[in-house]
């Protein structure tokens, strides 16, 4: 297939590269154009100047920006015009449900099917090709795009409608957000006391308050102080607020995103934006007065 790869960023790029050693035939832009020239040198992908040239020819476009409204802004840029009928766009961007259900209704007004497939697995999930996909849209459209899908994602899932990629996404960043907060504040708590974190985590990952942030994170990015900047917490800060926004959407009470979202925001003011997502641990130390080490 023809693709046309738009964005890329920490995840975008490895996905790019499993795409192109698919064997489909690969067009790249990047709003730096450096980045893509970069990307492309020394093979036989192409760079294109613009977005609208990226797309022109493609069979399948995947966009993997920060935001919908990015997406939004690169379609109303002229891409949306020169995209061909009867292609389909792939948004692996982890975005917000009514943006894609509106990007959605506008190309299917131009026969261009829309699946929203925000992905899970970070960046070695990418360059391994082991990545979550959480597709919303149409079931056959879906199927039509798989070999794309399938040379970045090992677990695809279809979640149901337009919209519903996103929504699934959001709400499994939201409980990240939560899962990493919660042990910030239990590990505090219990360092101050005078527990050791690296006993309590033991007795933790035995027992059943045990999640990816105990059993992973923390072991591996903050007692050892190392905080590899992986995913930044400025992304899980919008993903939390998309959550907390689709709960207040469907009038589900739901305090604990909202509260999680809150600290996320007050966590990315304090830390910066180019500060890690488990970063948000040196808020709660800091607040706390002791160090989880």
Request: aromatic share 4%; charged share 20%.
């Amino acid at each position: 297939m023809k693709v046309a790869f738009l964005g890329l960023g920490a995840i975008g790029r490895p996905m790019a590269h499993r795409i192109a050693r698919a064997g489909h035939q690969l067009t790249v832009w990047n709003r730096t154009g450096s980045r893509a020239a970069d990307f492309a040198r020394g093979s036989e992908i192409d760079v294109a100047p613009t977005a609208p040239e990226a797309v022109a020819d493609a069979d399948v476009v995947v966009t993997c920006l920060s935001t919908s409204a990015d997406v939004e802004e690169v379609l109303n840029d002229g891409a949306f015009e020169a995209l061909r009928q009867g292609s389909t766009l792939i948004d692996c961007t982890s975005g917000d449900p009514a943006t894609s259900k509106r990007i959605a209704a506008r190309l299917a007004a131009w026969n261009v099917a829309f699946i929203d497939a925000p992905v899970s697995g970070g960046v070695k999930g990418a360059e391994e090709g082991t990545l979550t996909v959480m597709c919303g849209g149409d079931a056959d459209a879906i199927a039509r795009v798989k070999p794309v899908i399938e040379a970045f994602g090992k677990k695809i899932v279809h979640c149901g409608p337009v919209g519903a990629g996103d929504a699934v996404k959001a709400m499994n960043q939201a409980l990240l957000a939560i899962t990493i907060l919660g042990t910030s504040e239990a590990l505090v708590a219990l360092a101050k006391s005078g527990v050791s974190p690296q006993v309590a985590l033991e007795v933790i990952n035995a027992s059943s308050g045990r999640s990816n942030a105990s059993m992973n994170l923390f072991p591996e990015r903050v007692l050892t102080r190392a905080f590899p900047r992986t995913f930044r917490l400025a992304l899980l800060d919008k993903d939390a607020r998309i959550a907390a926004q689709i709960a207040r959407d469907e009038k589900v009470p739901a305090p604990l995103t909202q509260l999680a979202a809150d600290l996320c925001s007050v966590a990315h003011m304090e830390l910066g934006e180019e500060a890690d997502h488990v970063e948000v641990v040196k808020m709660v130390e800091r607040w706390g007065q002791a160090e989880v080490q």
